[in-house]
């Protein structure tokens, strides 16, 4: 039964359920799709169209959205984008999207950059976990990878978020060979060091980004990191996402494996995705997307958008076409989707 069918039916009585019985209570938020790095595996250096001001969703129209997720079941929200802080207005943004009654859990996804400016207004609103995207431990080998020389900038905001006490901070490593695969074992020691959650992250071919051939697996990082002591199993929390977490014995941090490749999560894969672009993804790596704009826009009432969100969620993918060899590289920009 949908929402607009019957009108006693609130919409918090509805739940996000698609036909392979998956409950679907996390939303990633793209703000924007523009970015203040260009990471190689992300954005490559040329032909970036960005998309037109009007085209990506004002926060009042996000926020609209977001509340009509949350109604319908969505505990956990991820801001992420492009670089979500470089969205002038962003703090109040998120402690307006902090407040939306149902929400359980409110977390960044950043490049780090712009994070120590704005990392008080930022546990103002409410956030306590950070995921910030760190490639390499090598200064000189920074700017090749993001396109700009910051690696102090961002090393300094990894410290101040520590010192002021956000926990987890989770380091995401996108492991490529030739790229990074000579620091595996120093990001895996930085989890002695600091209660960081280092983790390991498998290379998506999404978009014009081309380097399948750099594709290092998480079974092939685990080998090497297991060369400093054996690595052992932590058990799922509630907030966990499909990362497969371990720790090395007396570490303050973990190690954690994101598989989307070698080892998909799909069939208990709990995520839904709101572009900049104002379009609903029920997969990250399929192409299919609903428009939510445009109704919105044309002055749709909130159980309408519930009607467009359901139906959507109800045919979400079961796995997607990487997993069944069905395509080699996915279309669109991971900018505009959220990582
Ligand atoms: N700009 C922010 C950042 O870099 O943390 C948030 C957006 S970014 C798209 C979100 C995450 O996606 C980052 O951790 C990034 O490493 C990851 N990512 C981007 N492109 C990827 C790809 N092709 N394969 C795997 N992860 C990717
Ligand atoms: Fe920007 Fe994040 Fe993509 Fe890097 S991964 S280009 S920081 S959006």
Redesign the pocket.
């Known amino acids: 039964m949908t929402a607009g069918r019957n009108n006693i039916l609130k919409l918090s009585d509805i739940k996000l359920i698609d036909k392979h019985k998956r409950k679907l209570n996390y939303l990633r938020i793209s703000v924007t799709d523009r ?1 203040n ?1 260009q ?1 190689i ?2 954005m490559t250096h040329e032909n970036i169209t960005m998309l037109p001001g009007s085209e990506i969703l004002s926060y009042e129209e996000t926020l609209r959205i977001a509340k009509v997720f949350t109604q319908l079941g969505v505990s956990k929200i991820r801001v ?5 802080l470089i969205r002038k207005g962003i703090c109040d943004f998120l402690i307006k999207l902090g407040k939306l009654d149902g929400l359980s859990d409110l977390s960044i ?3 780090g950059i712009l994070l120590k400016e704005k990392i008080e207004k930022l546990k103002s609103a409410g956030i306590k976990r950070l ?3 760190m ?1 390499t431990l090598k200064k000189y080998k920074f700017e090749n990878i993001t396109g700009v020389d910051a690696f102090d900038k961002v090393w300094e905001s990894i410290m101040t978020a520590h010192e002021m006490g956000f926990y987890p901070i989770k380091l ?1 490593v ?1 492991a490529l060979y030739g790229i990074n695969d000579d620091e595996l074992i120093d990001f895996a020691r930085l989890s002695f060091s600091y209660p960081f959650h280092i983790r390991f ?6 978009g014009t ?1 081309q380097l399948v051939s750099r594709q290092l697996f998480a079974t092939e990082i685990k080998s090497i990191i297991s060369s400093i002591g054996p690595l052992i199993p932590v058990e799922k929390s509630t907030f966990d996402g499909p990362a497969q977490r371990y720790k090395f014995e007396n570490a303050k941090g973990e190690i954690g494996f994101i598989r ?1 490749i070698s080892e998909h999560f799909c069939g208990s894969c709990n995520r839904l995705r709101l572009t900049a672009s104002g379009n609903l993804k029920t997969c990250l790596l399929s192409d299919g997307q609903t428009d939510l704009k445009t109704p919105l826009r044309n002055g749709c009432s909130d159980k309408e958008l519930a009607e467009i969100i359901l139906k959507a969620v109800y045919d979400k993918p079961l796995e997607h076409p990487l997993a069944s060899n069905c395509a080699t590289v996915i279309s669109g920009d ?2 505009n989707i ?2």
Do not use: R
Not at 80 to 84: A, N
Not at 201 to 206: A, F, L, Q
């Open positions: 970015c790095m990471c595996y992300c992420t984008g492009g670089e979500p996804t950043t490049n995921n910030i995207s490639d995401n996108v992250i498998e290379y998506m071919p999404i980004s989307p991971m900018c959220g990582g």
